[in-house]
């Protein structure tokens, strides 16, 4: 029995388990040594998702932090500043790695779900001098995560291309959702990447792959992350079995993602009257906030679990539904039924 057989499970987009079509795609997949750079299935995983964000070159990496980080140490030099949201996942979540593998320091602007001024953004960059600590790279995360899964417009990015552009600052985006953006907003993927120095893309998320992410930019600079991977000990070897995954994802689990957002609105609209959303749910996750609720998120978590249905804790009052792959219809009625249950006590 696993947790998949026990409960149903809106943790997180990361539980999803390879579907059998997947498992077909891994097993027959052909692979060679890929720090030798001869695995092709890599090659063409690679090839494909730069192809998909305009830029020339791609890397496969074990995780989406790695992606992160690798395009943070290409941007920003040891002692040098990173710009972000308060809770940018790449300084909240990936264990201080800008700083203590990058030697990067980070300042941030008050997080508002997605919501970013590009004018205070502006004001932040810091002129250039041997007495000051230089700007050098902007990151946005779209979708946000901590944002309840919102979606950056593609105006606000226009203006944050120009607000790096003016300080000489390279422009990331932290896409391990941005499949759901381009869903959600029709924006087509080139039209993201058009605007980014570097890109992080997940596989591994609502994509449905067990493993796998990609840095996406220029040629130049997908050179120099090679080596800065395998200094990470990221260097893998048959991982053509991983990128098969990763392709057949692209290929099958990209446009179905119009239907997790369906569920998560289905799941905001059955809780909605109690008052606990904390905002649209615009894509995938369903944002709570249960600040006025008769119970704490701890709680509401115990109660939902002992009815089958995992939640995720954020923080004392705050906490996250997420839809996936591996949540049917019938299991987000269930689940709608027993969070109204929980919450009308
Ligand atoms: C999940 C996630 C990542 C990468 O996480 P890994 O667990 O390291 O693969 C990066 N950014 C955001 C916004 C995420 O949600």
Redesign the pocket.
Known sequence: MTVADLFIDLRSD?VTRPTAGMREAMATAEVGDDVYGEDPTVNALEAEVAALFGHEAALFCP???MA?QIALQLVVPPGAELLCDADA?VITYEMGAAAAYGGITSRTWPAVGAEIAPDVVAGMVRPDGYWTVPTRAIAV?QTH?RGGGGVIPLDTLRALREVADAAQAALHC?G??IWHAHVADGVPLAGYGALFDTLSV?L??GLGAPVG?LVVGSAERIDRARAIRKRMGGGLRQAGILAAAGRYALAHHVDRLAEDHAKAARLAEAIAPFGVLAGVARTNLVPLDLTKASLDAPSLAAAARADGVLISVLGPRTARLVTHLDVTDDAVDQAATVLARVLRR
């Open positions: 990361t995780s989406g932090s992160n996942h995360e995560n932290d391990a959702r997940c591994s998320k992410s």
